[in-house]
């Protein structure tokens, strides 16, 4: 496998597995992972937080640790990268907000570039317009938004990750051996 240069694009609650975990994986069999933030520059840091299932309704939060961004978001040109990393967690909430990160989002699919998105990340995705005829797995509260996106939601294990053309999304950070083998293939080819 030769070495990418991916994209991670994250902001402030990002979940903390879901953005630590594939950034020193990517980097641990040798591709670049830029990670960036709108309104941030490399040097700063985002807030994460852990998502945990113990039992309840829904998941559990808790602080995670601050994550590092390595690279700038303005200026950035996403033709300079071959793939995009979009993590869950709150983040996704408010960065579908930003026109600039949904337009960086649509460049990746209007290149056919592989694309690994979790959890929540499937609302950048629905906000972006980039989900019509698509099989997209997410956070099960997250249905309703790939459905009103026109895409087909994947209701699979928590610890599974289905891929679509140059799409690969999983439910959450237990997915990790699956979502990252699958888009490891996709880096691959």
């Known amino acids: ?9 994250t902001g402030d609650f990002t979940e903390d597995y879901e953005t630590m975990v594939p950034f020193q994986a990517l980097q641990a069999v040798g591709h670049t992972v830029h990670a960036i933030c709108p309104d941030k520059k ?15 309704q829904t998941y559990t939060e808790k602080p995670g640790h601050r994550f590092a961004l390595n690279a700038d978001f303005e200026g950035l040109d996403p033709a300079d990268y071959d793939a995009l990393v979009i993590p869950g967690g709150r983040a996704p909430e408010y960065l579908r907000l930003n026109k600039d990160v949904l337009n960086l989002v649509r460049h990746f699919f209007e290149t056919d570039k592989p694309v690994a998105a979790i959890c929540h990340g499937a609302q950048l995705l629905a906000a972006a317009g980039v989900l019509e ?18 895409g087909t939601f994947a209701g699979i294990e928590v610890d599974q990750a289905v891929t679509d053309a140059n799409l690969v999304t999983a439910p959450a950070w237990p997915a990790h051996p699956d979502w990252l083998a699958q888009f490891f293939k996709l880096l691959d080819k």
């Open 1 to 9: 496998m030769s070495g990418k240069k991916i994209l991670m694009i």
């Open 42 to 56: 490399a040097g700063d840091t985002v807030a994460t937080a852990i998502h945990d299932f113990e039992g309840d």
């Open 133 to 150: 005829g698509r099989k997209c797995s997410a956070y099960p509260a997250c249905q309703p938004e790939v459905e009103l996106a026109g």
